[in-house]
């Protein structure tokens, strides 16, 4: 049942269905606890399921002999490639009715196996699927459509090596098909870390974070592993380059941003230099109740746009901050950490604490200097984090629909966009279901222009009804993001599940230019077919 | 004789050939002074030229009745906007043969005349040519080629103004023409500033800054204009379109980001929402000498990859120190400034002086808080980089080369680069002049992971031939640059003078997609022919 491979040195086994590992799955009991806290949901859980209930065919497409070793045709790893692990993929697991199987999986080891895939794929019209760690949660991964032959999912994960690190210059090749922890283990030794640490970190790749321009760790400043780029390499079907390492230029519009959020539609990055950091020797956190949530956001844009940089700015609102156990007395919850190579950070987190204390905030015990933070609504935080998407999947198997999405607008659009949200999506939730829904907000990244607000959304659905409900759900909070000018994706990407929200928010001329690239690069029109561009 | 408008509340005039204003340009006495700096120029200055001596014919076109009165066929204007302010644009007015005069100089006042006009050009096969402050060093604003009927210069700067500001956001709406000093007048009233100041700036515009994604005034962290976007508006044949004004996105590719360096080749940057800063309140500054250029490097790689973030970290080699009175012993001179609006800079400043030090820094006296810098050095410097591009036209007119470059390379590679271009680019000027030449470097931005430095090369030239030698010192210099795999161009654009190296460093699926994105929005290829693409 091991589809993917798992982390440096453990023999944990992936879930071929749900999030992560089977073995951080809650148990029936944690289950019908987590359906406790929804009314309407099932008396007992949804069983898991299994890949021998499904229907897998044969494949519909066979290799030539050359290439044929670098697939296989199990049927396990075809069901761990049919999708993503948004609440819609595993719920459609959950109910039998995942989606298109795919014929194939690859696991090519280097560019050239890769290119001859693509070319083997380009004449017999078969759709190529890049799949990096699985761990889309907007149906980035999945074929939806009937126009392809048959479907290859291109399994990146063999070719996962550190290449090369240079110390002078603070930078490391790394091939796209590392795992975080795969490529964190290999910088290590070299005391540098690239420091991109999604709440996905364990399940997604390199190559993953740079086709979908993936959000990290760093609550301000640069973020998105965009910036932490140096040079992409890129296979494509009209063919191969890689950009020159450079720590900035000016030559022409930047090749590296065109790839940078293609999701696999224009090429397949295949490896990246990255730029990376020392790792932290200094870290300080803590955290601030506020009364307010309003308060709190001004609290929140105060530190935005002061110099003081922290690592970790998230606030929660009193929902969020109720989940995680950061709160229990109704308040917005904010959590603020610094962290740095060079010089203590206690300072810093002094200053940040007074601008917190300026709009309201109350409480803000610094945490003792260390790795652990000694802060408890910091702790219970950061353990809910890594928990969340496998409660999420406890919901499901409760009949719960479960939406989490994530946006970012200017500042003076932020608090409308909050209301607007939580009572548009939270009514649209109610109408669809009947049942009451929790709509919990909180800021992820924060900017001194604007932020970044997270969105989950849960109540109990009408059973076998479930993904016409999350449809539903999603198509309300596109809306509202879409007349409150709030990006339709922050850092989850478009995949299939975000398209018309995206189609309405790109310039004309960039989709002229989209679309003509495509045709360039990708002429027979099999790489990830739907994403981005019909 | 004013071709351009002046900045605000100025009635300087300024020059159709050279840098700037008229009345700063270097007198007679002073161009034999400089002269007297290098062996084997000439005795006295060249005449400054006059448009009255050029053979300008008449416009080989005419507008139909409705955009008659947007364009103007005045001598002077279009004389004005036949190149930019390049050394070879310099002495080719010098010499008598300037670039190919535009037929018709346009100057619309909002999108849908830049429209209008486009749709016209595009049907009659005239070549536009955004022009914004035509401060371009790289052959950027001229026409070389006979394929269109012919030549229009789009002169956006009646567009200037700053159109909305929202403070909650610390971000403005501001039109595509707006110059250096005209753009920060508006903002001034509202505490804000955009703070991209490049050696141009009184002479340069928002649009043509975008266009060419300039390196501005912050010499570490966010340096290029494209950071500080939340949105642009770009009027193509193809149709207009603005993107959404958003903190950060992971929607898909950066739309912006192609429009960002596409040197007005796709379309034309009509406004843009940028992000705001206030203004400083705390500034420090102070400059290190060193004996050893090598060591002084590793002092910059200190700073550069701690968090202290000097908004100026320029080091001068010994040359550069002469020549800007910064040093007059032989040492290469680190200038360093810092500034903040909310905290005092001196603990930054004392840091930074203390890595200057451990790697053989000496001096490093702090400035006094406030405006005006203290130090001898950091003022000399400050003065000479404004006058830089004076005193270059004025050893033009004694019959000078002088070119200056700029590049980026990861620091593993920066000081061989650095030795490289000394040695064999010298040694190009010296072959083309038989005189021996000076090549001077600095650095003008710094990044972790890496440095941009800039050189100035001026030699004699032979009299009637500067156009030939200053090619022959241009390709020597790309071709150090393209070996060293540093970028043609940090922040100087691409040009018609980078061509052959650009296309070298361009990705091939990066030079595939662009092609098609031209043809998609400029079908009848009238925009900036000749750049970026052919």
């Given at each position: 049942m091991s589809a993917s491979p798992s982390g440096p040195g453990t023999s944990r086994t992936r879930s071929w269905w749900g999030w992560g590992y089977t073995d951080a799955h809650p148990d029936d009991a944690e289950c019908v606890a987590l359906g406790a806290l929804l009314p309407g949901t099932l008396a007992r859980p949804l069983p898991v399921p299994r890949v021998a209930d499904l229907k897998i065919g044969r494949p519909g497409v066979t290799l030539p002999a050359a290439l044929a070793h670098l697939v296989t045709t199990d049927p396990d790893a075809r069901a761990a490639h049919a999708m993503g692990k948004a609440y819609r993929d595993v719920i459609r697991a959950l109910r039998g009715r995942p989606g298109r199987i795919p014929d194939l999986v690859a696991r090519p080891t280097d560019d050239r196996e890769v290119a001859d895939l693509l070319d083997w794929a380009g004449g017999q019209g078969v759709a190529v699927i890049p799949f990096g760690g699985g761990?889309?949660?907007?149906?980035?991964?999945?074929?939806?459509?009937?126009?392809?032959?048959?479907?290859?999912?291109?399994?990146?994960?063999?070719?996962?090596?550190?290449?090369?690190?240079?110390?002078?210059?603070?930078?490391?090749?790394?091939?796209?098909?590392?795992?975080?922890?795969?490529?964190?283990?290999?910088?290590?030794?070299?005391?540098?870390?690239?420091?991109?640490?999604?709440?996905?970190?364990?399940?997604?790749?390199?190559?993953?974070?740079?086709?979908?321009?993936?959000?990290?760790?760093?609550?301000?400043?640069?973020?998105?592993?965009?910036?932490?780029?140096?040079?992409?390499?890129?296979?494509?079907?009209?063919?191969?380059?890689?950009?020159?390492?450079?720590?900035?230029?000016?030559?022409?519009?930047?090749?590296?941003?065109?790839?940078?959020?293609?999701?696999?539609?224009?090429?397949?990055?295949?490896?990246?230099?990255?730029?990376?950091?020392?790792?932290?020797?200094?870290?300080?956190?803590?955290?601030?109740?506020?009364?307010?949530?309003?308060?709190?956001?001004?609290?929140?844009?105060?530190?935005?746009?002061?110099?003081?940089?922290?690592?970790?700015?998230?606030?929660?609102?009193?929902?969020?901050?109720?989940?995680?156990?950061?709160?229990?007395?109704?308040?917005?919850?904010?959590?603020?950490?610094?962290?740095?190579?060079?010089?203590?950070?206690?300072?810093?987190?002094?200053?940040?604490?007074?601008?917190?204390?300026?709009?309201?905030?109350?409480?803000?015990?610094?945490?003792?200097?260390?790795?652990?933070?000694?802060?408890?609504?910091?702790?219970?935080?950061?353990?809910?984090?890594?928990?969340?998407?496998?409660?999420?999947?406890?919901?499901?198997?409760?009949?719960?629909?479960?939406?989490?999405?994530?946006?970012?607008?200017?500042?003076?659009?932020?608090?409308?966009?909050?209301?607007?949200?939580?009572?548009?999506?939270?009514?649209?939730?109610?109408k669809a279901t009947g049942n009451p829904a929790t709509v919990n907000c909180r800021l992820t990244h924060v900017y001194p222009d604007g932020a970044a607000p997270y969105f989950t959304v849960a109540v109990a659905g009408r059973p076998g009804d479930e993904v016409r409900i999350w449809d539903d759900i999603k198509a309300a909070a596109s809306d509202v993001l879409h007349r409150h000018r709030a990006t339709i994706t922050h850092h989850h990407a478009v995949g299939r599940d975000h398209r018309p929200g995206y189609d309405l928010q790109r310039p004309d001329p960039f989709a002229l230019a989209l679309r003509a690239a495509k045709d360039a690069l990708d002429p027979h029109r099999i790489l990830n077919p739907g994403v981005l561009i019909d």
């Open positions: 761990s889309s949660v907007v149906g980035g991964v999945e074929y939806r459509g009937d126009t392809h032959r048959a479907v290859l999912s291109l399994d990146l994960t063999s070719t996962d090596q550190v290449l090369e690190v240079d110390t002078v210059s603070r930078s490391a090749r790394i091939r796209a098909g590392a795992l975080g922890p795969v490529l964190e283990a290999q910088l290590r030794p070299h005391g540098l870390t690239l420091r991109h640490f999604p709440q996905s970190f364990e399940f997604s790749t390199l190559g993953g974070w740079l086709a979908t321009r993936a959000g990290g760790h760093y609550a301000t400043g640069r973020t998105h592993i965009d910036d932490f780029v140096q040079s992409l390499r890129v296979v494509t079907p009209a063919g191969a380059g890689t950009s020159w390492r450079l720590p900035a230029s000016g030559a022409g519009p930047s090749p590296d941003r065109l790839f940078l959020g293609s999701e696999g539609a224009l090429g397949v990055i295949t490896e990246a230099w990255m730029r990376l950091q020392e790792r932290p020797r200094h870290k300080a956190s803590a955290s601030a109740a506020f009364a307010d949530f309003g308060q709190a956001l001004e609290a929140v844009r105060a530190i935005a746009r002061s110099d003081l940089s922290p690592a970790n700015c998230r606030l929660l609102d009193p929902g969020e901050a109720l989940l995680s156990g950061a709160s229990h007395h109704g308040s917005s919850v904010l959590v603020l950490g610094f962290e740095s190579a060079t010089a203590p950070v206690d300072g810093r987190l002094a200053s940040a604490l007074e601008l917190a204390r300026a709009h309201g905030g109350r409480g803000g015990r610094p945490a003792a200097a260390g790795d652990a933070p000694a802060d408890t609504a910091v702790s219970a935080w950061r353990s809910a984090f890594l928990r969340m998407p496998y409660l999420r999947d406890g919901l499901a198997r409760m009949g719960a629909v479960v939406e989490t999405f994530e946006t970012a607008a200017t500042w003076d659009r932020v608090p409308a966009l909050i209301d607007a949200v939580r009572t548009e999506v939270g009514s649209a939730a109610f």
